[in-house]
């Protein structure tokens, strides 16, 4: 990015991380705040921003990185929604709208996990790439697809954490999402790992983190086969909590070139770059969310 600053948002269903700056090198300012009524927290995003242009650092412009499920067509009338989220007052939401009218600035509205997937795409673990995946793995799991440069968008946003996924040998847990029971979500989720061994992820020890490693490597092996087969990625940068488990990334390798069982037969398929952990942890959405921004601005020239 140039020396303009822009601003970013990436909300999150339980935290609010905003900040004005250019990049990684160049944050300005930061304010964290929890996520509480849409009345409370959009008042506080804009306290934050009116502060910054009060300070002389007026963004050109803002991204809006939330959580989802969103309204991203171009035109549609709710555009910059939260639509049928199952935060309580949140849903059918105006959060885009608002910013945009209160600060005259042009808003760009995405996901949080596609702000974060253009943050990694920019300065972290997909940097230098055109065609790659972000997946984080916490409380949900959530995916973007950046392809020939461009954030995939159709009718909805990816959902990718809902794909179907193999069964891994052993495992007769039901699986957790409200929707598809097994689904990846369903079975590779934080919270299910812990409803299975009864502690959290991050907790686990001896035999059951090594039986947990196994199991999440084989969900994720199975749901990164669809995301491989379907969009070709040069790179799948996974982040989010789980994606720290001790000697996850080696068997996730281990558990995909098997999966993929020598189709296309593509030596990247197998190396080490393929599948990475993200680069920039927890500012890869709000970094993301100023990527965004930029892409609210007319292209010059």
Not at 77 to 96: C, F, L, M, Q, R
Not at 208 to 217: F, I, P, R, Y
Not at 277 to 300: H, I, T, W
Request: glycine residues 16%.
């Amino acid at each position: 990015m140039s020396t303009t600053l822009y601003g970013g948002i990436e909300a999150g269903g339980t935290k609010i991380v905003c900040l004005v700056g250019s990049g990684p090198d160049n944050v300005i300012a930061q304010e964290r705040f929890p996520t509480t009524t849409p009345d409370e927290t959009i008042a506080r995003l804009l306290e934050f921003f009116t502060t910054q242009r009060d300070a002389g650092y007026e963004p050109a412009a803002i991204g809006f990185a939330s959580f989802g499920p969103v309204e991203l067509r171009p035109g549609h009338p709710e555009h910059g929604y939260i639509t049928t989220t199952p935060k309580p007052h949140w849903s059918n939401t105006d959060v885009a709208g608002p910013i945009a009218r209160s600060l005259g600035l042009p808003v760009a509205f995405d996901t949080d996990v596609n702000g974060a997937a253009l943050g990694e795409g920019r300065w972290g673990a997909a940097a230098g790439l055109s065609t790659y995946i972000y997946i984080t793995i916490g409380t949900g799991i959530g995916a973007g697809a950046v392809v020939n440069g461009a954030v995939a968008h159709g009718l909805v946003h990816a959902e990718m954490g809902h794909v179907i996924v193999e069964r891994e040998p052993g495992d007769d847990y039901p699986g957790r999402c409200p929707f598809h029971g097994d689904c990846f979500e369903g079975m590779a989720a934080g919270p299910a790992i812990g409803a299975r061994f009864g502690v959290r992820a991050e907790t686990l020890e001896g035999a059951d983190l090594a039986q947990a490693v196994e199991w999440e490597a084989g969900y994720l092996a199975s749901g990164i086969r669809n995301m491989v087969y379907i969009l070709a990625p040069e790179r799948v940068v996974i982040g989010g909590g789980v994606a720290e488990l001790p000697g996850l990334f080696p068997a996730l390798r281990r558990k995909l070139a098997a999966s993929l069982a020598g189709y296309p037969g593509l030596a990247e398929h197998e190396s080490d770059d393929f599948v990475v952990p993200a680069a920039l942890g927890g500012m890869a959405g709000p970094l993301g969310s100023l990527v965004l921004a930029e892409q609210a601005l007319p292209a010059s020239g």
